[in-house]
């Protein structure tokens, strides 16, 4: 069979991929590769005939899973096509769902790192004692139903797959109460690293907005926060609701 461009397959469409969403896979590089079980995904890429035999074969090649990882994100999926990147998500939507929720939210074009949740935003966290501190429980109570979209959180914050598939287990469509649980598995299982500072960091690196990472530091400094312009914590529905 011959060598097909690493860059577009023929079957391929040939929209590029954008700035922004290669400097999204950049930034959680390092998470993708640690996690990323390469099989599967390529397996959905050649269902979507986005990605032949010659690619997987060249993946395959590399001698561990790490490698392989690394040489299907750098070689196959950051140099491809729009419709590349979306079979690949989807894929991690299937199987390492944790993942896939990494790509869900592109950096707007044009707009560096530090603007998107960079360096520069974890300055002050260093210097301040109080943000070294054991998240509270009265910290959870006052943040939970203010994360939205948890799971890329969760990973962050070094929680395994299979809990994190616990918690959505355990309260079925209610996103609030699955961010809360989420905190309170961080507690109970991190003793010693759930600090302010690893919340906030993940919710930086997770590109929240600056509403609810001003709203963390101002809890983990016990200032005074007027909750009646803050998030009401959604209804708490049934565990088990339908």
């Known amino acids: ?24 896979i950049a930034a959680n590089f390092d998470l993708l590769i640690s ?10 890429l050649i269902s979507d005939l986005v990605f032949d035999f010659d690619d997987y074969e060249d993946v395959e090649s590399k001698q561990t899973r790490r490698a392989q990882a690394t040489a299907l994100v750098k070689s196959y999926i950051i140099t491809g096509s729009l419709k590349r990147f979306k079979s690949f998500r989807n894929a991690l939507d299937r199987n390492q769902r944790h993942l896939a929720q990494l ?9 560096g790192q530090s603007a998107a949740g960079g360096a520069d935003e974890h300055e002050d966290l260093s210097t301040d004692a109080r943000y070294s501190q054991m998240v509270t429980e009265d910290f959870v109570r006052n943040i939970y139903a203010d994360i939205g979209e948890w799971k890329g959180i969760a990973v962050s914050l070094g929680l395994s797959d299979a809990l994190i598939e616990q918690i959505e287990y355990d309260n079925v469509r209610n996103l609030s109460l699955q961010s809360r649980q989420m905190l309170v598995e961080w507690r109970s299982n991190k003793v010693g690293e759930a600090t302010y ?25 016990g200032d005074v926060i007027d909750f009646s312009v803050t998030t009401t914590p959604v209804s708490e529905q049934s565990r088990y609701e339908p």
């Open 103 to 111: 790509l869900y939210q592109p950096f707007p074009e044009g707009q």
């Open 1 to 24: 069979m011959a060598s097909i461009s690493k860059a577009f397959h023929p079957n391929d469409n040939s929209t590029p991929l954008s700035a922004g969403c290669k400097r999204l």
């Open 197 to 221: 500072k690893a919340f906030i960091r993940a919710l930086i690196s997770n590109r929240k907005g600056p509403r609810v990472v001003d709203k963390a530091k101002k809890l983990a400094r």
């Open 35 to 44: 996690d990323l079980d390469p099989r599967p995904v390529m397996d959905h």
